[in-house]
């Protein structure tokens, strides 16, 4: 009757919760659909390569405006390979080419030809972020080097128009594009939605079941029966760790089929890390769903536990563009942890002995919660 | 052979509020209990300590003579209970609750069919908890504190909110129960006919404190041959309540007349005499009935009497 580990117990315990969360149709929804829709999402907008439109303003030097020579390199790579535009903006002519480019893909330039106080104009909305100013010099141009957009277009451009004889289409006969498997975004993105899945399951999943239970007294009712309350835990826990295997797999299996993502390194060690990740998350779940009754309150708690990490840990973006005084913080964070050690799987084909140190800080970090969860819970 | 429980000079306070004040009692096996009391009168933090769920500030509550400190498992085991107010998991069915409470007791299938039909929810055995009425949520409740076969069973508020056939099925499953088992019952509830008919001994309960105790007709006793006439005078609301008070204050005997229900009421010890008196005394003053009523005493006539409160206000 004592005996620590009641089979029956748990297994009914687990069967329980696994009827609940599979009897709920959002879940369906939030943690295999929606994962598969932001992937999609994201993977086409930064994967495939459309066609990238660019508009440069052109300001003619009013000076030199009736010499021929003045305005000749544009004029003439206008007349060589643009043609003009069909609409025009606010009565300015406008004037197209198109650099083909197998690597690279399609980039248009667009011209628009106008004066400085229109061209800032059309800058500060966005519209553009290079203009080009015709001067007894050559061509000037004007952008924010700290733009990349800028920075791309003006390297694009000032090849074009350097004055060699070079046709638009071999611009980037240089270039090599980096195509191979590993290097590209969603080859990035994949891991990163798996391992926020495993956060949001858990602390949705676990945290929010929790207060509810406890708003709704269901908790107290139960730790008034003879069951044992660490079974309840470990249940919750056990079926969060199968939800997001399935939740997990089906992400990777779409990843796999529409993007031909694979996983370089090894199985065993993305299993020991996923499981750690879990336990990290399951353990942090606890201690935030640990006091309070209110759903309100556990709302505004988990919030502050996902949305912090959601952003800084390199989920969608890599978190190197942070400032350097604050990697070392971000680092360390759980959901970090575990997005690096997934992709250094995925990506860098790492094995145990590199993701044995990731993997044994977040089953650190869930032992310590967890147990720090325990002793501050309360069941009634 | 030790009382079934026993509470002995237990005090809980919560902050400000002292809900408890030094209570003692104790329950012999098989008998039938109920804290009888207003809202906010202590019962429900009182049964909440026997059932383990919070510890007395002070005092000593021990059941089958073992206390919870180092019997929990124990006592789990040997209590059965329901909350005020409980919701179940949703989305399980009435027959998975059930089984799943099972499991803590280590019960079998067996146990969960007898469960479903002693609380006569075979029929919702596979509806979800959350789609059950009022009524058929209590009766669940009551089948989860009956799964392991309590030996003391303790019941908050078991038909609170209820309609008054919701709440006749849950007397009768449990006098059902009073008749075949052996279990002592401990129920809390401010409705006096629940405590009449389902309890032998009755605690009655204000601001923290047992005001009275014993079994009903002790707590009756010397009141058997009074009689309570409520009444309500018709006439025309002009004649303000203030009017009326007036002109009853000077009867005969003395009527207790509530403004706010424009009722009056009067406790008659010998209705043949006395009922003729307050008749011709309305007469004189030119009062009319609307109606009235004549009734034995009850607890909640009791009640009111000790504390110039009503049991349900």
Redesign the interface.
């Known amino acids: ?2 005996k620590w580990f ?1 089979p ?2 748990m ?3 687990v ?2 919760h696994f ?2 969360v599979r ?2 149709p959002a879940v369906i929804f939030w943690g295999i659909i929606f994962p598969i829709l932001i992937s999609l999402g994201l993977g086409l907008a930064f994967t495939r390569q459309a066609e990238v439109e660019r508009q440069v303003a052109v300001i003619a030097d009013e000076t030199k405006a009736e010499t021929h020579e003045a305005r000749s390199r544009i004029e003439v790579l206008l007349q060589a390979h643009g043609s003009p535009a069909s609409e025009t903006q606010a009565g300015m002519p406008q004037y197209k080419v198109t650099i083909e480019d197998e690597a690279l893909g399609r980039t248009r330039f667009v011209f628009i030809d106008t004066d400085w106080r229109h061209a800032i104009k059309l800058l500060k909305q966005g519209s553009i972020s290079l203009i080009l100013k015709e001067t007894d010099q050559g061509l000037k141009y004007h952008f924010d080097p700290l733009n990349p957009e800028a920075q791309l277009a003006y390297l694009k451009l000032s090849k074009l128009l350097s004055g060699q004889d070079t046709p638009p289409s071999s611009i980037s006969s240089g270039v090599e594009p980096l195509t191979v498997e590993g290097a590209r975004y969603i080859d990035f993105l994949i891991p990163g939605l798996i391992s926020m899945g495993v956060m949001m399951s858990c602390m949705w999943g676990i945290s929010y079941g929790m207060i509810e ?1 406890r708003s ?3 908790l ?3 730790v ?4 044992r309350k660490s079974h309840f835990l470990m249940a919750l826990m056990v079926v969060r760790i199968v939800m997001n295997f399935i939740e997990a797999g089906i992400l990777f299996l779409f990843a796999a089929l529409v993007f031909d993502i694979s996983i370089q390194g090894s199985l065993f060690a993305l299993f020991v890390i996923f499981v750690a990740g879990n336990i990290a998350f399951g353990g942090i779940a606890i201690l935030t769903c640990s006091h309070t009754a209110n759903t309100e309150v556990g709302n505004g708690l988990i919030n502050a536990v996902v949305l912090p990490m959601s952003v800084l840990s390199g989920i969608f973006f890599s978190y190197h563009n942070f400032p350097d005084w604050s990697l070392p913080v971000i680092e360390k964070l759980p959901l970090t942890v575990l997005a690096d050690g997934i992709r250094r799987i995925f990506i860098q084909g790492a094995g145990v002995a590199e993701t044995a140190v990731p993997a044994m800080i977040l089953l650190a970090v869930g032992i310590c919660f967890f147990s720090a969860g325990l002793r501050v819970f309360k069941w ?1 | 052979m030790h009382p079934v429980v026993e509470v002995a000079d237990v005090y809980k306070s919560f902050r400000t509020v002292q809900a408890v004040c030094g209570v003692s009692f104790s329950i012999e096996k098989g008998r039938s209990t109920a804290l009888l009391g207003p809202n906010g009168a202590g019962k429900t933090t009182l049964v909440e300590m026997i059932e383990g769920i919070q510890a007395p500030d002070k005092g000593e509550i021990r059941i089958l003579g073992k206390n919870w400190k180092s019997h929990a498992d124990e006592l789990h085991r040997a209590i059965g209970l329901s909350l005020q107010e409980t919701r179940f998991i949703d989305k399980l069915t009435v027959y998975e609750t059930l089984r799943l409470f099972a499991s803590f007791y280590d019960l079998d299938k067996s146990r969960v069919e007898e469960s479903l039909d002693l609380v006569e929810l075979s029929g919702k055995r596979n509806a979800y908890t959350v789609n059950l009425s009022g009524g058929q949520r209590q009766r669940l409740a009551l089948g989860l504190s009956l799964i392991n076969r309590p030996q003391v069973l303790l019941l908050d508020e078991p038909t609170t909110g209820l309609d008054p056939n919701a709440r006749r099925e849950i007397w009768s499953i449990l006098l059902e129960l009073r008749a075949r088992s052996q279990t002592s019952l401990v129920l809390t509830t401010h409705y006096m006919e629940e405590a009449e008919k389902l309890c032998d001994y009755i605690m009655i309960m204000d601001q923290g404190r047992v005001i009275k105790e014993g079994r009903l007709d002790d707590l009756l006793a010397g009141e058997d041959e009074k009689k309570v006439i409520e009444f309500t005078l018709a006439g025309d609301r002009a004649h303000d309540s203030n009017g009326w008070a007036d002109v009853l204050k000077d009867a005969p005997f003395h009527i207790q007349w509530n403004p706010q229900t424009l009722r009056g009421s009067l406790v008659v010890s010998d209705m043949e005499s006395e009922i003729p008196q307050f008749f011709s005394f309305l007469q004189n003053q030119q009062l009319r009935l609307r109606d009235m009523e004549c009734r034995r005493k009850t607890l909640d006539d009791l009640f009111t009497s000790m504390t110039g409160r009503r049991l349900i206000e």
């Open positions: 009757m004592n009641q029956i117990q297994a009914h315990l069967l329980a009827k609940e009897r709920q239970k709704k007294k269901m107290r009712r139960m008034a029966t003879p069951m009634h």
